[in-house]
């Protein structure tokens, strides 16, 4: 079994239930498990690959819990760019309606790899568009070739505007259809195994999107198959008065009336959550997928992390689709959370290491991982290293692990999952990526034209 060592690095944080931070550190993994963590001087002094991080800080691999891949195809889609969020979707709709089975695979490989540069190693995507042949498949196997560890969701989308929903009836799919293929995705590429690399999800898309019906079946289906459930919910003031006008409940109870909350629930924003839905989360170990930029893109508000945290809620990170942040930069998300908390609170309502949690051992817990988001023993070996003598970090030596958090986003020097480099010396080392970004951009064009 191929072993690797990991030496010298400046700083190097665990994020374990301590939160070590460790001068001089480094870690021993074997099979991409890691076995030791600790002073480079006592580390195994061989291994078959080793990685030599002098001048830089590790972290664990950041972990994204929200994200629509295929939108990097429509960043900046002008008439959308001012829109909030039910106008932007109804911008997006019918573009979204021509992407191919190759716009997803593409889009995947780009969106992942951007990723990974910022130093997540683990993402989430939530697909509940499938136009034109689109299977799930089609990014699981781009995440593969990427080498990041992926959690597909099969979203849907059942609800059309004819009888009320907001996408247009030609998105719609059949929903003995969406959970027949749902139990096809999980069949065939779930993996429940620790240290696994896909999983999969049951991801209706949203209550204005899908029916009662097909809610509760989706969460009858996930928990028979024993899988995650997620979709958005009370992501703006108007996805809150939909609900009330439709359901006569807020989005909370909403939720829990159908069988949404539970260990096995994340969902997307959650802008929204007054304080009995955030007890309520809390009390049924509901997570929550927060995600700054895109809250912040679409005017949907601030969502109360910090009151989230404190009551107990399970809170993870999300770059959300690139049409709404038009970036995928986790470190930065990190950045965005701690700020915007201040905003809401004080000076002192999140810091830079509670950012940073939230980026790792956060997520964790809100995909239901106990292998990833620490280095410890047992877990999974997947880190990111950022060089301090970057010209974003100058400055930064009193506190090198908050200034991945304070000072511009970094790109990482680093990205290892499962003892695998993704990211090499700043640049994405498994797959070339000058075709992929050449195709992504005469696809994008197509978009463009009408002619894709």
């Given at each position: 079994?191929?072993?690797?060592?990991?030496?010298?690095?400046?700083?190097?944080?665990?994020?374990?239930?301590?939160?070590?931070?460790?001068?001089?550190?480094?870690?021993?993994?074997?099979?991409?498990?890691?076995?030791?963590?600790?002073?480079?001087?006592?580390?195994?002094?061989?291994?078959?690959?080793?990685?030599?991080?002098?001048?830089?800080?590790?972290?664990?691999?950041?972990?994204?819990?929200?994200?629509?891949?295929?939108?990097?195809?429509?960043?900046?889609?002008?008439?959308?760019?001012?829109?909030?969020?039910?106008?932007?979707?109804?911008?997006?709709?019918?573009i979204w309606a021509r992407l191919t089975p190759e716009c997803i695979r593409v889009s995947t490989l780009v969106g992942l790899a951007e990723l990974a540069l910022s130093g997540c190693t683990t993402s989430s995507d939530h697909l509940y568009?499938?136009?034109?042949?689109?299977?799930?498949?089609?990014?699981?196997?781009?995440?593969?070739?990427?080498?990041?560890?992926?959690?597909?969701?099969?979203?849907?989308?059942?609800?059309?505007?004819?009888?009320?929903?907001?996408?247009?009836?030609?998105?719609?799919?059949?929903?003995?259809?969406?959970l027949a293929d749902c139990r096809r995705v999980i069949e065939a590429h779930h993996d429940a195994r620790p240290h696994a690399m896909t999983r999969i999800a049951v991801a209706p898309c949203s209550p204005f999107s899908v029916s009662r019906g097909l809610m509760r079946d989706c969460a009858a289906l996930a928990r028979g198959y024993g899988v995650?459930?997620?979709?958005?919910?009370?992501?703006?003031?108007?996805?809150?008065?939909?609900?009330?006008?439709?359901?006569?409940?807020?989005?909370?109870?909403?939720?829990?009336?159908?069988?949404?909350?539970?260990?096995?629930?994340?969902?997307?924003?959650?802008?929204?959550?007054?304080?009995?839905?955030?007890?309520?989360?809390?009390?049924?170990?509901?997570?929550?997928?927060?995600?700054?930029?895109?809250?912040?893109?679409?005017?949907?508000?601030?969502?109360?992390?910090?009151?989230?945290?404190?009551?107990?809620?399970?809170?993870?990170?999300?770059?959300?689709?690139?049409?709404?942040?038009?970036?995928?930069?986790?470190?930065?998300?990190?950045?965005?959370?701690?700020?915007?908390?201040?905003?809401?609170?004080?000076?002192?309502?999140?810091?830079?290491?509670?950012?940073?949690?939230?980026?790792?051992?956060?997520?964790?817990?809100?995909?239901?991982?106990?292998?990833?988001?620490?280095?410890?023993?047992?877990?999974?070996?997947?880190?990111?290293?950022?060089?301090?003598?970057?010209?974003?970090?100058?400055?930064?030596?009193?506190?090198?692990?908050?200034?991945?958090?304070?000072?511009?986003?970094?790109?990482?020097?680093?990205?290892?999952?499962?003892?695998?480099?993704?990211?090499?010396?700043?640049?994405?080392?498994?797959?070339?990526?000058?075709?992929?970004?050449?195709?992504?951009?005469?696809?994008?064009?197509?978009?463009?034209?009408?002619?894709?």
């Amino acid at each position: 079994m191929p072993t690797l060592l990991v030496r010298n690095a400046a700083l190097l944080a665990t994020m374990d239930d301590a939160g070590t931070e460790i001068r001089d550190g480094g870690l021993f993994a074997r099979d991409g498990v890691i076995e030791a963590v600790g002073p480079t001087a006592q580390l195994p002094g061989h291994a078959d690959a080793i990685i030599d991080l002098t001048g830089h800080v590790v972290i664990p691999g950041l972990i994204n819990t929200h994200h629509h891949l295929f939108q990097n195809l429509t960043r900046v889609v002008p008439a959308a760019q001012d829109a909030a969020l039910f106008g932007w979707l109804r911008t997006l709709y019918p573009i979204w309606a021509r992407l191919t089975p190759e716009c997803i695979r593409v889009s995947t490989l780009v969106g992942l790899a951007e990723l990974a540069l910022s130093g997540c190693t683990t993402s989430s995507d939530h697909l509940y568009l499938f136009p034109n042949g689109i299977r799930l498949d089609d990014e699981i196997e781009a995440a593969r070739d990427i080498g990041m560890r992926f959690h597909a969701t099969r979203g849907a989308m059942s609800i059309g505007v004819s009888a009320g929903g907001l996408p247009p009836d030609s998105l719609i799919e059949r929903e003995d259809a969406i959970l027949a293929d749902c139990r096809r995705v999980i069949e065939a590429h779930h993996d429940a195994r620790p240290h696994a690399m896909t999983r999969i999800a049951v991801a209706p898309c949203s209550p204005f999107s899908v029916s009662r019906g097909l809610m509760r079946d989706c969460a009858a289906l996930a928990r028979g198959y024993g899988v995650g459930l997620h979709t958005h919910l009370a992501e703006n003031a108007e996805d809150v008065a939909y609900a009330q006008a439709s359901f006569g409940m807020r989005p909370g109870a909403y939720a829990q009336s159908l069988g949404w909350t539970g260990p096995d629930v994340w969902h997307a924003h959650c802008v929204c959550l007054d304080h009995d839905e955030i007890d309520l989360f809390a009390a049924t170990g509901t997570g929550v997928a927060h995600c700054p930029t895109s809250n912040m893109r679409l005017a949907s508000g601030i969502a109360p992390v910090r009151r989230m945290l404190d009551a107990g809620v399970k809170v993870g990170l999300g770059v959300d689709g690139s049409a709404s942040n038009d970036a995928a930069h986790l470190l930065s998300e990190a950045r965005q959370a701690m700020l915007l908390q201040r905003v809401m609170g004080s000076a002192a309502t999140m810091t830079a290491r509670e950012a940073l949690r939230l980026a790792t051992r956060g997520g964790a817990a809100v995909l239901g991982r106990s292998d990833i988001g620490q280095l410890a023993p047992g877990m999974a070996a997947d880190f990111a290293a950022f060089d301090l003598s970057a010209l974003q970090l100058a400055g930064g030596a009193w506190d090198p692990l908050a200034a991945l958090v304070f000072c511009a986003p970094l790109a990482a020097s680093y990205t290892v999952v499962q003892g695998r480099c993704v990211v090499r010396q700043g640049g994405i080392a498994t797959v070339d990526m000058a075709p992929v970004i050449a195709r992504h951009g005469h696809l994008v064009r197509g978009l463009i034209n009408g002619t894709v």
